[in-house]
T-cell receptor, first 115, second 115 residues
Framework: GAGVSQTPSNKVTEKGKYVELRCDPI?????LYWYRQSLGQGPEFLIY????????DSGLPNDRFFAVRPEGSVSTLKIQRTERGDSAVYLC?????????????FGPGTRLLVL | AQSVTQPDIHITVSEGASLELRCNYSYGATPYLFWYVQSPGQGLQLLLK??????LVQGIKGFEAEFKRSQSSFNLRKPSVHWSDAAEYFC?????????????FGTGTRLTIIP
């Protein structure tokens, strides 16, 4: 079956611009997660959704970052007034639920470069 | 706060040799532990996970890991590596209420295989 997909795969933007990154989870997965991976680092948690609601957004670095999941499926990560430090690979994952036995399946990521 | 340490940034082993990648975690309760592998251009793939029960966990691709509470470790092993095992390996700990809401990753260990 289809895995987690993310679009675009690459995004180049200029400092100060607004960007949107999209994540399509595996069909039927109720939980969705966003992580950010900087060069040479492990992924860092940003936010996760259970259904339509953001259950934990404690990893969002500041108020320029926002994410939505209006219908409980596709999610969009939005970054306003981008800064060069936002350059990273943004990873999305989904799981059937939140129980400890559930696996998080990751997408290939969106590589964001802010010039 | 939970944390993961992977003390080895880069490891080189010969094809056919045994492998052990180290992982130490910090977590206040019984941890949920994971090993993921990331190949160039690929998304993160789960190798194995530990939640409870037998402390020796078997995973895909011939990998195993042993949970040692007294040492706060969850080292990954493979008896004989193949050239296709060359990749970046991440250890992660799951926390909060269900063990799977958000993962905290280590900085990763890059594995190089020489013929």
């Amino acid at each position: 079956g289809a895995g987690v997909s993310q679009t675009p795969s690459n995004k180049v933007t200029e400092k100060g611009k607004y960007v949107e990154l999209r994540c399509d989870p595996i069909s039927g997965h109720t939980a969705l997660y966003w992580y950010r991976q900087s060069l040479g680092q492990g992924p860092e948690f940003l936010i996760y959704f259970q259904g339509t609601g953001a259950a934990d957004d404690s990893g969002l670095p500041n108020d320029r970052f926002f994410a939505v999941r209006p219908e409980g499926s596709v999610s969009t990560l939005k970054i306003q007034r981008t800064e060069r430090g936002d350059s990273a690979v943004y990873l999305c994952a989904s799981s059937k639920g939140l129980a400890g036995g559930e696996t998080q399946y990751f997408g290939p990521g969106t590589r964001l470069l802010v010039l | 706060a939970q944390s993961v340490t992977q003390p080895d940034i880069h490891i080189t082993v010969s094809e056919g040799a045994s492998l052990e990648l180290r992982c130490n975690y910090s977590y206040g309760a019984t941890p949920y532990l994971f090993w993921y592998v990331q190949s160039p251009g690929q998304g993160l793939q789960l190798l194995l996970k530990y939640f409870s029960g037998d402390t020796l966990v078997q995973g895909i691709k011939g990998f195993e890991a042993e949970f040692k509470r007294s040492q706060s470790s969850f080292n990954l092993r493979k008896p004989s590596v193949h050239w296709s095992d060359a990749a970046e390996y991440f250890c992660a700990v799951g926390g909060s209420n269900f063990g799977n809401e958000k993962l905290t990753f280590g900085t990763g260990t890059r594995l190089t295989i020489i013929p």
